[in-house]
């Protein structure tokens, strides 16, 4: 079983900064991609960044520039902090990674969701 354990949400005012940690256990070979989605209130889920084993990196439009991912492939933990934050960030933010749980066999996971509220 793998389990994903997000933090770092909560209130900031626009302009703000937060930083989240997803951090990854259980049992498994290797981390594979690991991204953060959003969903903001009466909205689809988004992808709102990926990165890759090699740390390659993709993000939606609305937040280049802003936010940035990174990973610790030690620590199996995936970053993204936050930067000049608006009121249209706010959503529950996901965690989920692909997982090689056996050799050459992958299955994707997903945290919990923090919560991320932009407003002054």
């Known amino acids: 079983q793998v389990q994903l354990v997000e933090s770092g949400g909560g209130l900031v005012q626009p302009g703000g900064s937060l930083n989240l940690s997803c951090v990854v256990s259980?049992?498994?070979?290797?981390?594979?991609?690991m991204s953060w989605y959003r969903q903001p209130p009466g909205q689809e889920r988004e992808l709102v960044s990926t990165?890759?084993?090699?740390?390659?990196?993709n993000y939606a439009d609305s937040v280049k520039g802003r936010f940035t991912i990174s990973r610790d492939n030690a620590k199996n933990t995936v970053y993204l902090q936050m930067a000049g934050l608006k009121p249209e960030d706010t959503a529950v933010y996901y965690c989920?990674?692909?997982?090689?749980?056996?050799?050459?066999?992958?299955?994707?996971?997903w945290g919990q969701g923090t919560q991320v509220t932009v407003s002054s």
């Open positions: 259980g049992s498994f070979l290797s981390i594979q991609t």
């Open positions: 990165i890759s084993r090699s740390s390659r990196t």
């Open positions: 989920n990674v692909d997982v090689e749980y056996e050799l050459r066999s992958y299955r994707t996971f």
